[in-house]
């Protein structure tokens, strides 16, 4: 044809591949991204959620396939500017418990530009769904609650509020840590305003405090009359007292719409002790504190209300260790639901076929209604062991990873730290030897304050003062049977595995003096009455073995250690041995005297509600030794240990 100019096929392949990529930036979406796709030097690889105004994903650094993972959230519109204040609100807020802000930038997607934010990434469950699958005690919710409180402490310390605070707005870590995720509704001194005057402030209307309801229905009868609400610390502790009103409920706090003055709770506010009796006291009266009707009412601030329930939890007795739901009880397999049941017999009468079908439709509803009730504030024990289990891996994993750093870092301690130290104690030697003064006395002065560590979070318990053995149980005719090789398991390696943690000769008298403690180890006893024959039927055999974990009141903080001291101890199976299975846990006494930590298990109560007498001991027969840093009244042991079977207390 005359006028046309021949194309080659490089340049229609050119063509081709260029319109493919512009077709590619048209077609890709911020709200749907695909694994593998770049977001400047980030590279996505799973889509986890979408919120308000962004879209969040898993990403790792671009060519590094094995790398660590971080969350990047994207904004879904252009330019949005609710992402700048977010990451000038997260660069002011540094607390273990808020989500640490990597980096921040803007991503152009063909013609226009996404904002973004890299944070860390936080594996874990919401607040909600970790209650959910578990059956808590009161001490970890406190634990929890504590953590929140301190997180929105550090925020406003520095003039931020979060507001838009609620239970899906909480991870829970496997190891029990809190992260506070989605700021960005958040607000800092001097931030620039975001919304209109006639909106409400960012969040969700379940978590608004009364204030915040009159204030939306005064806006609405005059429309750009009122004047923008003023959110306060207050609004914001409303909020977490309707997120933990409902972990311990089941069901949110009813609306409140005035009360008068003088009376002592909230109209049609039911306390959390009424809806759930399993709560104690102290802590049902601190969360009605926070969802008082009058903001004066509640606490003066987050960090002293932390400070109230730390106190609690240190005083508190075992109603603070006791499950805080009711177990589910399975159904029958012979058993006939309501919903089976014929609706009506015999012959039915013309003409009323209409209104039998609605009697059978609301009574299906009622039937539903009262099944909810039924279920409401129980829990599942085979879902709980399931999530406790899937928590205890995920630990063990970590475990692996921070034993292999703690061997590493400690022996280049030692090859780098070790001629000083011994440089340094000749040198004390010598000048005590000068003064005619007895120098192991010194060491152990010196080195003894030296050793002991700050008390923490974890040492913060009262050592409980009974510390008698227990009275001996009569015993059994029945033998144990021999153990088979199979089932004859050896102690796992970490009670063997503390060379650098434990307290070693090597280190001096000092140390010896730091290890040791006034409490002296139980004398020898029997069994508990039916302990042999349950172990017997369980397939438990003497010398037998499983790993657990020491203490389910520490479910973790950043330590490889349980701080531990005389008194009650509940364990945790996490490993299945004969048929115990995991889940289980072990109701013992644990003595921390001369140096060596001896504990004594009674009892075990296996996921499935049943409890059965046992004989374990902690550890092998001489019980575990003390790891480095401990003293009297708080014993650093490892976090998972083992128990062993016994036919009689050594």
């Not at 608004?208 to 009359?225: C, D, H, I, K, T």
Request: glycine share 10%.
């Amino acid at each position: 044809m005359e006028g046309t100019v021949p194309v080659s096929s490089e340049s229609l392949e050119l063509g081709l591949r260029h319109a493919e990529a512009v077709l590619g930036r048209v077609l890709l979406s911020p709200e749907w991204l695909p694994p593998g796709t770049r977001v400047d030097r980030w590279e996505v690889v799973e889509r986890l959620g979408a919120g308000g105004y962004g879209t969040t994903y898993s990403v790792r650094r671009a060519g590094r396939p094995r790398g660590r993972l971080y969350a990047l959230k994207l904004s879904r519109r252009p330019g949005e500017r609710w992402f700048a204040r977010e990451a000038a609100l997260l660069a002011r807020v540094r607390h273990r418990a808020v989500v640490r802000l990597i980096t921040h930038g803007v991503w152009r997607l063909g013609p226009v530009e996404h904002p973004y934010l890299v944070m860390e990434y936080v594996e874990g469950e919401s607040l909600y769904a970790w209650a959910l699958a578990r059956n808590p005690t009161a001490r970890q919710v406190t634990g929890l609650l504590v953590q929140v409180l301190e997180a929105l402490a550090a925020a406003h310390r520095q003039g931020a509020l979060h507001r838009d605070f609620k239970g899906d707005n909480v991870l829970v870590t496997p190891d029990g840590r809190v992260k506070v995720l989605d700021w960005g509704a958040g607000w800092y001194a001097g931030a620039p305003v975001l919304t209109a005057t006639a909106r409400l402030p960012p969040g969700s209307p379940r978590y608004y405090s009364p204030q915040l309801f009159m204030w939306r229905v005064l806006s609405e009868r005059r429309p750009g009359a009122s004047s923008p609400y003023a959110y306060s610390v207050a609004d914001e502790l409303y909020a977490v007292g309707v997120s933990f009103y409902r972990l311990l409920t089941d069901q949110y706090p009813a609306a409140q719409w005035g009360m008068p003055r003088e009376a002592a709770e909230p109209h049609g506010l039911r306390a959390v002790r009424d809806l759930n009796p399993h709560v104690p006291e102290a802590l049902s009266e601190a969360l009605m504190r926070l969802l008082a009707f009058e903001p004066e009412r509640r606490p003066e601030s987050a960090a002293l209300l932390a400070g109230e329930l730390r106190q609690h939890v240190s005083d508190g007795g075992p109603a603070w260790d006791a499950p805080l739901f009711d177990w589910r009880e399975r159904t029958a397999s012979g058993s006939r639901t309501t919903l089976e049941a014929e609706e009506v017999r015999g012959p039915v009468m013309p003409g009323q076929e209409v209104a039998l079908r609605d009697a059978r439709v609301r009574h299906l509803e009622a039937a539903r209604r009262l099944r909810e009730v039924r279920e409401l504030r129980r829990r599942d024990p085979a879902r709980v062991a399931a999530a406790e289990a899937r928590s205890l891996r995920a630990l063990q994993a970590r475990g692996r990873g921070g034993r292999a750093r703690l061997l590493f870092w400690g022996a280049f301690t030692v090859l780098l730290v070790g001629p000083l130290v011994a440089g340094l104690t000749v040198w004390g030697l010598r000048r005590a030897l000068a003064r005619e003064e007895p120098a192991l006395a010194v060491s152990e002065a010196r080195n003894v304050q030296q050793m002991a560590p700050r008390p923490g979070p974890e040492e913060a318990h009262k050592p409980l003062t009974d510390t008698s053995p227990p009275v001996p149980f009569p015993q059994e005719k029945a033998a144990m049977t021999p153990p088979s090789p199979q089932q004859a398991a050896v102690i796992p390696t970490p009670a063997r595995s503390g060379t650098l943690k434990r307290c070693s000769a090597a280190v001096g008298a000092a140390v010896l003096t730091a290890c040791t403690g006034a409490q002296v180890r139980p004398d020898a006893s029997r069994c508990p009455t039916g302990a042999l024959e349950a172990m017997r039927k369980l397939g438990l055999n003497k010398t037998g073995s499983a790993s657990i974990y020491t203490d389910i009141r520490q479910p973790g903080m950043g330590s490889e250690d349980a701080i531990v001291h005389d008194g009650p101890i509940v364990s945790l199976v996490i490993e299945q041995y004969g048929d115990l299975p995991k889940g289980t846990r072990l109701y013992g006494r644990l003595w921390t005297g001369e140096g060596r930590v001896t504990g004594r298990y009674t009892q075990a109560e296996l996921p499935d509600g049943s409890i059965h007498p046992v004989c374990f001991v902690y550890g092998n027969f001489d019980g575990g030794e003390w790891n480095e840093g401990s003293k009297p009244g708080a014993v650093r042991v490892p976090r998972t240990f083992a128990y062993t079977v016994v036919d009689s207390f050594p």
